[in-house]
């Protein structure tokens, strides 16, 4: 298949809650780069900026677009949850947070995790083999970063599907739901119950060097509060889940449409990490990122007034044209950089090293068992979430291992 | 152990934790009024404040995402000052392998950071870190 644009240019109509704007949103922002870039989505009483000078200052300008109050894009949505997210703080309360957690996140410190990363994919990819039949989303991508997260934060493996299950509840939207269903409060309550027994039950004990270790060490020193530890594994939970599980549904995708390129990353797996730069600027994970206007601001004209909540549409920028060179086209050799999929700035993604060393763990461990998958479309399904995109399933055939 | 030792161990604990990515230590190796000079006019250089190097150190592993090893070659002190000769390796986000080659100026005081004033091959800075762009005044003169 080749990389032409998807589909003839629509009038300017972004609709982040549309299940349609899902399945492929890209000649949508495409007309609001062109026509209304800065664009003011009327029900729900936010903008939404398209291109890529836009969302890199309003990434680099953390003072005028602000963290506090913001991360969801529905009014209100933060300030119904009793846990912080730190992700929903700025400077300096964000800064001391994420100090904690930002050293066991470095690509050094995370490299002792690549023999289990490796292992855990063979042992995943293994039942499949004889079959010639593999879900990349729901046989892979739902189970190994979530394995990885809970070795980060010590949920035992017989946890880890309720962990899983309680993330997917907080995220799912239904068509057009804009604001938190019953759904997804669950969800977030499920998770702050069980991190709550998790944190009491490890509480007593001397701290492993991990992330959960170093969020209850700087429990005790009084660098972090207790209902800030809560928060932040949660948001362990969603978003060192949720994201890399669907690069790798993205990515699986992307390479069966681009066949020839994947056949170079089979020929040369040393290809695989530039394969993965080119699908986070060509279908990155992270479509929208959420901020609130800290000041007044004007913006090619048009004003945003403070409070005003501001969604980033990274996956957009991405494709700006007047960034990159013939953007709707997947290259994986074109160098792919500057793209945006882990935000920018002070609150660039802590697990930015840790997704792509999963992902190209995966594809190392993938493309040398199934060089040959044929993705079934028919059988694809999308999660429906303003800020994730990504599918829930994409079925795929191959040549079955001999026995 | 004298000053100009005590500095050289200084120098070399701080590269640790560049190739480490230790933000919040790095950060905490400068005085509260120490300074960050990037020498040149690309788009990265310039002058910058604790401030701007807390938000912006983190930032190398956008561009670097397995980080980027520097290694010392050669240090000379005096005083509060020490010269370091340095060179760098690492792999750019779009695949290339950057390196460039450094001369570091460190000046302390009570054994933070008063300055850091970083000279390199300039040029290679433009090519691969800011995609061949350069800042619209050093493009005009």
């Known amino acids: 298949m080749s990389g032409a644009p998807e589909g003839a240019t629509p009038p300017v109509t972004l609709d982040p ?32 900026l398209t291109k890529w000078d836009d969302v890199n200052r309003a990434f680099r300008d953390h003072k005028t677009f602000i963290n506090s109050g913001a991360v969801a894009l529905e009014k209100d949505a933060n300030e119904k949850l009793p846990y912080p997210l730190f992700i929903g703080s700025d400077p300096p309360e964000h800064t001391r947070q994420r100090a904690v957690l930002t050293p066991l996140m470095m690509p050094a410190a995370l490299q002792k995790l690549e023999g289990f990363i490796r292992a855990r994919t063979i042992e995943l990819l293994a039942p499949h083999l004889a079959s010639g039949r593999l879900d990349f989303v729901a046989d892979l991508g739902c189970y190994l970063p979530m394995d990885v ?93 949720e994201t890399t599980t669907k690069l790798i549904g993205n990515m ?47 913006l090619r004209g048009k004003l945003l007034r403070k409070g005003d909540r ?3 549409c990274v996956i957009s ?45 995966v594809f190392e461990e993938v493309l040398r068992r199934l060089p040959d998958y044929e993705i079934e479309v028919a059988g694809l399904r999308r999660a429906h979430n303003p800020n994730v995109r990504g599918f829930t399933h994409v079925p795929a055939r191959f040549t079955p291992a001999a026995a | 152990m004298t000053i100009e030792e005590r500095n050289k161990k200084l120098v070399q604990e701080f590269f640790g934790l560049l190739n480490r990515g230790d933000v919040a230590r790095i950060v905490a190796a400068y005085a509260v009024d120490g300074q960050l000079q990037t020498m040149g006019r690309t788009l990265i250089s310039g002058r910058f404040t604790r401030a701007q190097i807390e938000a912006a150190a983190g930032q190398i592993y956008q561009a670097f995402p397995q980080g980027l090893a520097f290694t010392i070659d050669a240090m000379t002190a005096e005083g509060e000052r020490v010269a370091v000769e340095a060179h760098s390796q690492g792999r750019h986000a779009s695949g290339v392998i950057y390196s460039n080659e450094y001369h570091f100026l460190f000046v302390f005081r009570e054994g933070r950071l008063e300055l ?17 762009q350069r800042p619209a005044a050093a493009a005009a003169t």
């Open chain 1, 317 to 361: 920028a991405n494709r700006d044209a007047d960034k990159f060179a013939n953007p709707e086209v997947f290259d994986i050799r074109r160098g792919s950089r500057d793209h945006m999929a882990f935000g920018y700035g002070v609150h660039a993604c802590l697990g930015a090293a840790l997704a792509r060393l999963e992902t190209r763990v």
């Open chain 1, 252 to 298: 699986a995708y992307r390479l069966w449409e681009h066949s020839e390129q994947r056949r170079w990353l089979v020929e040369d797996a040393g290809l695989i990490p530039q394969a993965i730069e080119e699908t986070l600027r060509f279908d990155g994970s992270s479509q929208i990122l959420v901020r609130r206007v800290g000041v007044d601001v004007t």
């Open chain 1, 310 to 312: 501001v969604g980033l």
């Open chain 1, 149 to 241: 997260v809970s070795i980060l934060i010590d949920v035992p493996p017989a946890d880890r599907d309720r962990v899983r299950g309680w993330a997917d509840d907080l995220i799912a939207r239904e068509d057009r739901q804009t604001d938190l269903a019953d759904r997804n409060v669950a969800g977030y309550m499920n998770l702050a119950q069980y991190f709550e027994a998790h944190t009491a039950q490890h509480a007593g004990e001397s701290h492993k060097e991990d992330l959960l270790g170093a969020m209850l060490r700087a429990q005790s020193a009084g660098l972090m509060s207790h209902a800030e530890v809560v928060g932040n594994l949660i948001l362990l939970a969603i978003a060192g889940n």
């Open chain 2, 116 to 132: 850091l004033r970083e000279y390199m091959d300039t040029e290679r800075v433009t090519d691969i870190l800011c995609g061949g």
């Open chain 1, 17 to 48: 809650y549309d299940h349609r704007f899902h399945w492929d949103p890209y000649p949508f922002y495409r007309a609001a780069r062109e026509r209304d870039p800065v664009y003011f989505y009327e029900p729900g009483g936010f903008w939404l």
